[in-house]
Nanobody
C-alpha cells in the first residue's frame, strides 16, 4: 500500500486548509485511515481517523469541531478539512492506514501499517 499526502502550506490563523491522502495498492476489507501530526521537537500525535466501511469518525479533543475527516471511496482518498486554524496546529501531517485497528487503539500510531510522506502545515499568527 502506498499513501500520497498533499495539500499542506502556509496559512494565517483563522484560515482553512484541506489535506488529501490517496491510497493505492491492496487494502484489507476493513481498515481505518487516519491523520497524525508532528510539531517540531514533539512526538507524533493523533488528529483524526475514519473507519472506511462505516465512515465512523474519531477526533483528538484539540481539533474536534474544527477539523473534519472524510473519504471518497471511488478515489480511495481520505481528506482532512481544517478550519479555524491556530498557530499550534503547525506540524507535519501524516496520513496512515491500518487493518488491525480497534477503537481503543485508534489513537496509537504504532498500530498502523503504512504511512505517507507527510505534508507541512504552517499557521502564522
Amino acid at each position: 500500500v502506498q499513501l500520497q499526502a498533499s495539500g499542506g502550506g502556509l496559512v494565517q490563523a483563522g484560515d482553512s486548509l484541506r489535506l488529501s491522502c490517496a491510497a493505492s495498492g491492496r487494502t484489507a476489507s476493513s481498515y481505518f485511515m487516519a491523520w497524525f501530526r508532528q510539531a517540531p521537537g514533539k512526538e507524533r500525535d493523533f488528529v483524526a481517523a475514519i473507519r472506511w466501511s462505516s465512515r465512523h469518525t474519531y477526533y483528538a479533543d484539540s481539533v474536534k469541531s474544527r477539523f473534519t475527516i472524510s473519504r471518497d471511496n471511488a478515489k480511495s482518498t481520505v481528506y482532512l478539512q481544517m478550519n479555524s486554524l491556530k498557530p499550534e496546529d503547525t506540524a507535519v501531517y501524516y496520513c496512515t492506514i491500518g487493518s488491525r485497528i480497534i477503537l481503543s487503539t485508534v489513537q496509537i500510531d504504532r498500530n498502523y501499517d503504512y504511512w505517507g510522506q507527510g505534508t507541512l502545515v504552517t499557521v502564522s499568527s
